[in-house]
């Protein structure tokens, strides 16, 4: 499993505890265009806190050692990378595979 596909997975797991701590009308849909930030994002402020957070945390226990998410490299990109779950996934991907060769 490459590291793209091991971070989807850690993704979805995270969605999915997430996801059971919410009432089922409020449950987000897991997919590649599901929407992060903006108007059509079902998500409040501190949701996304809260599962940027717990990416974070998995990733780092995942890879052994730190990963931010959320850090000025983050803010500084030109799209931003908290669009959808895909430009998410591929941000950290980034993330990730950079801190391999530090």
């Known amino acids: ?8 997975a850690i993704f979805e797991e995270v969605f999915e505890d997430f996801n059971a701590e919410l009432p089922s009308e409020n449950r987000i849909e897991f997919t590649d265009t599901t929407p992060l930030v903006g108007a059509q ?4 402020s501190i949701d996304l806190v809260t599962l940027l957070v717990n990416l974070e945390t998995s990733l780092s226990e995942s890879f052994g050692r730190p990963i931010r998410l959320t850090d000025e490299k983050a803010m500084s990109e030109t799209r931003s990378p908290f669009k959808n779950i895909a430009s998410l996934v591929a941000f950290a991907t980034k993330v990730v595979e950079t801190s391999d060769d530090q």
């Open 41 to 44: 994002s079902s998500l409040e």
């Open 1 to 8: 499993m490459n590291s793209s596909e091991k971070i989807a």
